[in-house]
């Protein structure tokens, strides 16, 4: 009798949960039409928001972007005269490129964020599209300047070498001399007798050879540094493109890129005195098993020249300087940890009075911090920042009076950690003074001379603000801005909650935001949604204000959706950090269980019973791992572009956190590995023209799904590359947690007469 009333009473839970979800309207096509019009209706509703100021070379003169109503205007500051007033003439400037471009646009709707002053600020210029664009600002004539340069960024930034090529000769400082490679190896000549080139070398050939960039002339003009490299195995993707915009047949390409275990470019120094043509080899004790050496930089005066030394593993990274008398080596910096050295976003040098001191970055002391070194011992002469908080970058070093400005985080207590400061201090650790204050997150832009800095600050909660103050002493000299959400409070917006709890080990905060849709409504009971990415080279929890997040029109469907920066994310403490280590796996799942918990413990509505997760490249490897090692509470995912295997993604990103030489950690944390471990629902995304992940490690963990008899869902996005799919893929994960989550059949897209 006893389980009949139990399944009565859970059939009316049911009914009645049904009851209110159709009642209150989740997942309606009137919801999906309010999520897709949500960016639109909220970007133009936050007035007086203003952009980063950027200063005008060496002047006094800031511009900076800023909202108006019904588009956006670029204004004009000069921080010595306290002027302010527009950039330029919006109207003639639009109407002037309209008729130059053959396109409309209106002052309040120019087609660019961005302008470069030139011609003594008498011009601008600009890029539209892919069309770089110079406007005079006496005459309005605005002309094309020719195509954008567009930078690519490198696939697999691993050791600053490349085949030998063909390149122009280096001329020597003094203009005397003219380096090059030939053959493999390296050859002078005197520049007025180009057909009389010297060897200096003969050790160079097709496996072992000089590479012309690597070739560094002593400012003396009698010495020179190379790099002689030792091939590794340089692997290729192959791809298919099998819908090409321009052709009926698949296109077929390849790119080159390194992946965790392959056998690495292997550089080898190499010192040279032109006038005696000796060559000495720097004995690599040192750096006897590199995952890459840095550019070689000699010092001023021709003493000896430097390069840095990131051991294969990262558990080692020096600094090493050559004596350029006799090769000689030494390590003037030596960091060893016991997990990993973060090259990537915490790895800081400048070298003061040639190399006589050095300012370093290390987190030998359990947290992000600046050291003095003494560059002619080895030697640290004192910590210049200390504490349990964390430096987050450097903004500034002046020699002369031996200050650094830069900025860091958790240094004030009661508040966010990981909101941004602004802190000057002496070389020797005293002095520490803050540019910035209050609750909130800071982006500062100094102006050239140092003299001035704009101090844009706000949280996710409260709207920017942007002040013009001096940086001698802090005075506020021009409240440049103060948002205005009036209009967009009016129109429904609701600020993120900021919400923190204590996670794994009792005594560590973990902050998170909980965004929800405009409607909301505290009597009825949300599914949660999870937005994830727990790649340990940053944190990413929004920290400043927004009139927009992505996540909000999600939201909008029913839900409500949520971030968290969980241990093993970057910017706390260096053991935060380490939980990574060798455990891509954990990604702070434990921390953000509890979080989750303790936001329903306060939150009657919060329904941690139906809780999904998604996420993208990083996040995507994460969203998938939440399912296989979390699925107790953890229901269904979208993953987008996962890396699903550290094996099979780059090297650089993975072997940091992965550890090298591969062993069972990699089979541990793989979502192919562990692919029988699938409950709950899934949704996997990949374009099949990824260059960042390798397409090929969707399509092997859905491979193993199959093999483990798993019901998923896959989409592969032709002629895309590492993406989310854009407006259909984001529909497809709407559909995807409408379906799951609400329990409500998404709108019949194909039926419509009116689609996206």
């Not at 009473?9 to 999906?32: E, F, H, K, R």
């Not at 890029?127 to 094309?144: I, Q």
């Not at 993707?237 to 698949?250: C, F, K």
């Not at 839900?559 to 920066?565: A, R, S």
Request: charged share 25%.
């Amino acid at each position: 009798m006893k389980h009949r009333i139990f399944i009565q009473s859970a059939s009316l839970l049911c009914l009645l949960l049904l009851v209110s979800i159709v009642a209150y309207g989740q997942g309606t096509l009137a919801d999906y039409e309010r999520a897709n019009g949500l960016r639109d209706r909220f970007q133009g509703r936050a007035i007086d928001l203003p952009g980063r100021a950027t200063w005008i070379e060496k002047t006094s003169r800031f511009w900076y972007r800023k909202s108006v109503r019904d588009g956006n205007e670029f204004v004009l500051v000069d921080a010595a005269t306290l002027s302010k007033r527009p950039a330029f003439d919006h109207r003639r400037l639009a109407d002037s490129l309209s008729s130059a471009s053959g396109e409309k646009f209106t002052a309040l709707n120019l087609p660019f964020s961005a302008i470069i002053f030139v011609d003594d600020e008498q011009a601008i210029e600009f890029e539209v599209s892919d069309t770089k664009w110079k406007c005079s600002l006496s005459d309005y004539r605005c002309r094309k300047l020719g195509p954008t340069e567009r930078r690519v960024r490198p696939i697999r930034p691993l050791t600053g070498v490349s085949l030998p090529e063909p390149q122009e000769p280096i001329a020597s400082p003094d203009g005397k001399w003219e380096a090059l490679v030939k053959n493999y190896n390296v050859f002078v000549r005197l520049r007025d007798k180009k057909d009389d080139d010297v060897p200096l070398s003969f050790d160079g050939s097709e496996g072992n050879y000089y590479t012309p960039s690597s070739i560094k002339w002593s400012p003396d003009s009698r010495k020179l540094a190379a790099y002689r490299v030792r091939p590794g195995y340089h692997r290729k993707i192959q791809y298919v493109e099998s819908s090409p915009a321009d052709q009926l047949q698949p296109k077929y390409s390849t790119i080159e890129y390194a992946k965790p275990g392959d056998a690495l470019d292997v550089e080898q120094p190499v010192l040279f005195h032109v006038e005696s043509k000796q060559q000495l080899i720097v004995d690599n004790t040192l750096f006897p098993n590199p995952y890459n050496l840095s550019e070689i930089i000699w010092r001023k005066d021709s003493r000896a020249f430097t390069f840095e030394y990131n051991q294969r593993g990262h558990q080692v990274y020096r600094v090493i300087e050559v004596d350029a008398a006799n090769g000689k080596p030494r390590a003037v910096i030596n960091e060893e940890a016991k997990t990993f050295f973060c090259y990537s976003g915490k790895r800081y040098r400048t070298d003061l009075h040639d190399g006589r001191e050095i300012i370093w970055m290390s987190e030998r002391d359990g947290w992000n911090h600046l050291y003095l070194y003494d560059g002619v011992t080895g030697r640290v002469k004192n910590q210049i920042t200390k504490g349990k908080w964390v430096v987050r970058g450097v903004e500034h070093v002046d020699e002369e009076k031996r200050q650094i400005w830069f900025r860091a985080s958790g240094v004030v207590s009661g508040i966010d950690p990981y909101f941004l400061h602004y802190y000057r201090v002496n070389f020797n650790g005293t002095g520490l003074t803050a540019l910035t204050e209050g609750d909130a997150n800071h982006s500062v832009s100094f102006s050239p001379d140092m003299k001035f800095h704009v101090d844009t600050w706000s949280r996710v909660d409260l709207p920017t603000v942007s002040e013009l103050r001096r940086v001698e002493d802090n005075k506020l000299m021009m409240e440049l801005e103060r948002t205005d959400v009036r209009e967009l409070i009016k129109d429904g917006w609701r600020g993120p909650e900021v919400f923190a709890v204590l996670g794994r080990d009792g005594k560590t905060d973990i902050w998170g935001i909980i965004i929800r849709p405009t409607n909301f409504d505290p009597t009825n009971m949300y599914p949660v949604i999870e937005h994830i990415y727990a790649g340990p080279q940053g944190s990413f929890v929004p920290k400043s204000f927004s009139p927009y997040y992505s996540m909000q029109s999600l939201a909008e469907l029913g839900f409500i959706v949520v971030q968290i920066d969980g241990m093993g994310t970057s910017n706390r403490s260096k053991a935060f950090h380490d939980v990574c280590w060798m455990n891509l796996a954990d990604a702070g799942f434990a921390d953000r269980i509890l979080w989750h918990k303790a936001v329903a413990a306060k939150h009657p509505y919060y329904d941690t019973s139906r809780v999904g997760i998604y996420g993208h490249s990083a996040g995507g490897q994460n969203a998938l791992g939440a399912l296989l090692f979390h699925p107790d509470f953890y229901k269904m995912a979208v993953s987008s572009c996962g890396c699903h295997d550290n094996r099979m993604d780059k090297i650089w990103w993975n072997e940091q956190w992965m550890g090298w030489p591969l062993g069972p950690q990699y089979a541990a944390s793989s979502n192919v590995d562990n692919a029988h471990k699938l409950r709950g629902k899934l949704l996997l995304t990949v374009g099949e023209m990824d260059t960042n992940v390798d397409p090929a490690s969707t399509m092997q963990v859905a491979n193993a799904l199959i093999k483990a008899n798993k019901s998923f869902e896959l989409l592969v996005l032709p002629g895309q590359g590492h993406t989310t799919g854009g407006a259909y893929g984001d529909r497809k994960r709407y559909d995807f947690f409408v379906h799951n989550l609400l329990g409500v059949e998404p709108p019949d897209w194909n039926k419509l007469e009116k689609q996206e």
